[in-house]
């Protein structure tokens, strides 16, 4: 018989991630900070909002680009963020999260054998998603010893008469930078120099510490040629309501609407309306969960540097990122080991591209006692091995 499967799904790489977990799922006391997905259940007010939203009988479909009521508040969300104006009508298309309006971007700018440069390391998605959406990707990598910051130089030096796309993220899922001012201007210049797409997945943009987040799509001339990505899971932490949003020129929009009304019909209904809440009340929210992860970033990081596992400074997401460089060990091993010994998850950096190795990666998004308890068995761990 031939063979079923696709040569595209075949040459997949499954997310290292996963991996883990399935171990760590089989094993009791497991202190985990390998999920990357807020701890707190999504705020009170907009969960009822979900629930009125059923028990008025809402269980429909949605216009395809979602709720006007939804696209108006993103769109004045947008707006109030970073001054720039999205027409609701046209310009925003609400998404069941962040993991579909990737796909559908890609899926609107790329033909076949086009190529993305990938700034790594990055969500694992991010690669899967352009050989999935049929191009190439082209990896891009920055280092700590650049602070995670992607530079032009190393775009340019990426670029071929094939480059279609440049996919950024920032704040950075698992290095937790954020992109300087002076960075996120070079990027500009050669998506200008080049004329290229942007997709911007700016998901984490509100979970910043002691530091500003720049959306791509406000930087001079980048509005025409920026598709942003963002949305509720993290902000609101609202992971398993599936809201996210795209907010594009209306002739980019115009392509991933009809992607989307193919793929999707539309977004989940009464996480449109638990979404309108949260953008629509949930400030106070935000800015509660963002100084709890900002206290626990510094009792994390500063854990971390104590025991040798010298940590790069995180400014924005949920995730430290420390080297484990005076182990000697590999990190998939290392991850491996920690598990096993000390019943501790977290994910080997590589997971997010070969410039993670070296690294783990340590989400903060859980408790403080966890935090504790995770740094005072990887202590024992690292007076064997340190
Ligand atoms: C950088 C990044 N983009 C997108 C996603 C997926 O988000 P969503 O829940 O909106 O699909 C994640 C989830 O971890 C992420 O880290």
Redesign the pocket.
Known sequence: MRTLVSQTAQNLRPSGIRRYFDIAATMDDVVTLGI??PNFVTPQHILEKGIESLRRGETGYTSNSGTIELRRAISGYIERLYGLHYQPENEVLVT???????WIALKAVLDPGDEVLVVQP??V??AAAVEMAGGLPVIVNTSVEHEFQVTGAALEAAVTPRTKAILI?YP??PTGAILTREHILQVAAIAQKHDLVVLS?E??ERLVYDADHICFASLPGMFERTIV?S????TFAM?GW???YAAAPAPLMEAMRKLHQYLIMSAPTMGQAAALEALEHGEDDVEHMRVQYDRRRRLIVSGFNDLGLTCFDPRG?FYAFPSIEATGMEDEDFCERLLHEERVAVVPGSAFGQSGSGFVRASYATSDDNIERALERMSRFMRRYG
């Open positions: 990357g997905e069941v999260g962040v993991s579909e309006a990737l990055c969500f998605a991010n993220s950075n899922n997945d998901i984490y990505l949305g509720m899971s993290k992971t599936r809201i996210g997401a």
